[in-house]
């Protein structure tokens, strides 16, 4: 094949694949989809943190913000920043100090870094500690069974390992209710914690009505049997009948007598 053919051939290769560009429409390239994380993390409505009185507050505060990081398959570095979004007030400017105590050449904080530091400032050990001997020492006293079972569980969370087996969980429950409670469910064992827990209930209840009913009963007139008293009281002078000046002197009336 001479060149004068090869280049022919060329030229045509060149006119055909002209003709087919000018005659159907040329394809875009695909188009990337970025993912808008912030927006699915905003989506399932992350809680706002300022403060808590209550150190848990703050514990339970980091896991739902952790849980819809995860949902939205953020990165370590997207954690922090999504996650330091949700604070505000006091907790802010923790934050805000957390970061200019850092030297100029450190590198970005990570998610472990920010959660250790989290609940090193907001869930301080000490107080911690507070928390499990007021929970050791929990007693029912004039609380209801249903609202000692809530202070139980919001207490026993700062002891896990304490109630960490239901035997455990029973023994120390049990041992907070008042005496005569006790008394009662003690003759009986239960399969789980809350069988007990329902158990105690029903009989505090039971309870409850029964004195209500005593009460009743001390305040009920005797009604049949309440007769009005025969006998003046004393303290109060009889008041007599007849002429005064006569009943005085100790004196009776006397009776008219009639003349034949």
């Given at each position: 094949?001479?060149?004068?053919?090869?280049?022919?051939?060329?030229a045509?290769?060149?006119?055909?694949?002209?003709?087919?560009?000018?005659?159907?429409?040329?394809?875009?390239?695909?188009l990337?989809?970025?993912?808008?994380?912030?927006?699915?993390?905003?989506?399932?409505?992350?809680?706002?943190?300022?403060?808590?009185?209550?150190?848990?507050?703050?514990?339970?505060?980091l896991?739902?913000?952790?849980?819809?990081?995860?949902?939205?398959q953020?990165?370590?570095?997207?954690?922090?920043?999504?996650?330091?979004?949700?604070?505000q007030?006091?907790?802010?400017?923790?934050?805000e100090?957390y970061?200019?105590?850092?030297?100029?050449?450190?590198?970005?904080?990570?998610?472990?870094?920010?959660?250790?530091?989290?609940?090193?400032?907001?869930?301080?050990?000490g107080?911690?500690?507070?928390?499990?001997?007021?929970?050791?020492?929990?007693?029912?006293?004039?609380?209801?069974?249903?609202?000692?079972?809530?202070?139980?569980?919001?207490?026993?969370?700062?002891?896990?390992?304490?109630?960490?087996?239901?035997?455990?969980?029973?023994?120390?429950?049990?041992?907070?209710?008042?005496?005569?409670?006790?008394?009662?469910l003690?003759?009986?064992?239960?399969?789980?914690?809350?069988?007990?827990?329902?158990?105690?209930?029903?009989?505090?209840?039971?309870?409850?009505?029964?004195?209500?009913?005593?009460?009743?009963?001390?305040?009920?007139?005797?009604?049949?049997?309440?007769?009005?008293?025969?006998?003046?009281?004393?303290?109060?002078?009889?008041?007599?009948?007849?002429?005064?000046?006569?009943?005085?002197?100790?004196?009776?009336?006397?009776?008219?007598?009639?003349?034949?």
């Open positions: 094949m001479t060149i004068e053919q090869l280049m022919g051939m060329q045509n290769l060149m006119q055909a694949m002209m003709n087919r560009m000018n005659n159907e429409p040329v394809a875009a390239p695909p990337v989809q970025v993912r808008d994380k912030r927006g699915e993390f905003l989506k399932g409505r992350p809680p706002v943190f300022t403060h808590a009185s209550d150190p848990l507050e703050a514990d339970d505060w896991k739902a913000v952790e849980k819809q990081l995860n949902i939205a953020c990165s370590d570095l997207e954690k922090v920043l999504y996650a330091s979004g949700q604070l007030g006091p907790a802010q400017e923790w934050w100090s970061q200019y105590g850092r030297p100029n050449n450190a590198p970005p904080v990570t998610w472990k870094e920010f959660t250790e530091g989290f609940r090193s400032h907001h869930i301080p050990e107080l911690i500690e507070l928390k499990v001997e007021e929970f050791r020492s929990l007693k029912q006293g004039s609380m209801s069974v249903s609202e000692y079972r809530d202070k139980f569980a919001q207490l026993s969370r700062y002891a896990p390992y304490e109630v960490a087996r239901d035997s455990d969980k029973q023994r120390l429950f049990l041992k907070g209710l008042y005496d005569g409670l006790q008394l009662q003690m003759s009986n064992t239960y399969p789980c914690f809350q069988e007990l827990v329902n158990r105690a209930i029903v009989i505090d209840n039971k309870r409850k009505e029964m004195d209500a009913k005593k009460r009743k009963l001390q305040w009920q007139p005797s009604g049949s049997n309440t007769r009005p008293c025969a006998y003046p009281q004393q303290g109060f002078p009889q008041r007599s009948q007849g002429p005064p000046n006569q009943w005085n002197r100790g004196q009776f009336p006397q009776r008219p007598q009639y003349h034949q």
